[in-house]
């Protein structure tokens, strides 16, 4: 049975609260009007990396949990074993590494030897060089160059046991560019682990093209409660196994 393609909707939060079109949220309410509207899983990356910021993001998961029965993604300001631990009590199903992940590598592996590697995973923020087919791993919020080539470095991270990888994809400037993410998934060498776009990703040809490109998951920030049906019924319509109910 062929397995469906998954639309993520990704929320950020800032201080337990989640930030959509320039105003604060009750993040719980937000997933689940995500969820009601036909979500696959739901991506929550936490952007303040303060003491304060990461135990409201504790809370934060908590309560969503309680109101979503979906696969819950939690990223943003991870450290450690420990702090993946907490997310995983509080009803997560999946944490993502990212900068710290590719400072301490040993540190992906330490989680999925404690935890299982279902509920660890890594994400990749990345960067298309100027001039040359080469994508560079950045960190610090994509914004320092980790001297990295990102297609060794998703490979190398599908080895240490993780359940997926999620991978970003900018141009040297550091703007989300569509088609340089699917030339990277289409370069890699075929990871046995699932391989999630999460880009700026709106359009159904996006998408598509995603998908045709070996995605097995689209996370976008772009993904609303009002527009998730409408980009679920375009993609049905092309022929794309997605879930979706048809009215």
Not at 20 to 46: M, P, Q, T, V, W
Not at 186 to 198: A, F, G, H
Request: with cysteine; hydrophobic share 40%; net charge neutral.
């Amino acid at each position: 049975m062929t397995t469906c393609k998954r639309i993520i909707p990704e929320i950020t939060v800032c201080g337990g609260k989640a930030i959509s079109g320039g105003r604060e949220h009750i993040c719980a309410e937000l997933a689940f009007e995500l969820y009601k509207s036909g979500a696959d899983g739901i991506l929550l990356n936490n952007v303040d990396k303060t003491n304060q910021g990461i135990a409201a993001m504790f809370r934060c998961v908590s309560e969503v949990s309680g109101r979503v029965f979906l696969p819950l993604m939690v990223s943003g300001a991870i450290y450690e074993t420990a702090q993946l631990k907490i997310y995983v009590n509080e009803g997560a199903d999946r944490v993502y590494y990212n900068s710290n992940g590719v400072r301490s590598p040993w540190r992906i592996e330490d989680s999925v030897k404690k935890l299982g590697k279902s509920y660890v995973a890594v994400t990749v923020d990345c960067r298309k060089m100027p001039d040359a087919e080469v994508f560079q791993v950045y960190v610090s919020s994509a914004q320092v160059n980790a001297g990295r080539d990102a297609e060794i470095w998703i490979n190398d991270v599908a080895s240490r046991g993780v359940a997926d990888v999620m991978v970003r994809v900018c141009d040297h400037e550091g703007s989300y560019n569509h088609r340089y993410a699917v030339d990277l998934i289409k370069k890699l060498k075929k990871p046995d682990i699932p391989v999630l776009l999460r880009g700026d990703v709106i359009r159904c040809e996006d998408f598509v093209s995603a998908f045709d490109a070996g995605a097995q998951a689209v996370v976008s920030r772009e993904i609303t409660p009002e527009n998730i049906t409408i980009i679920k019924r375009e993609l049905y319509k092309n022929g794309v196994n997605v879930r979706y109910d048809e009215i």
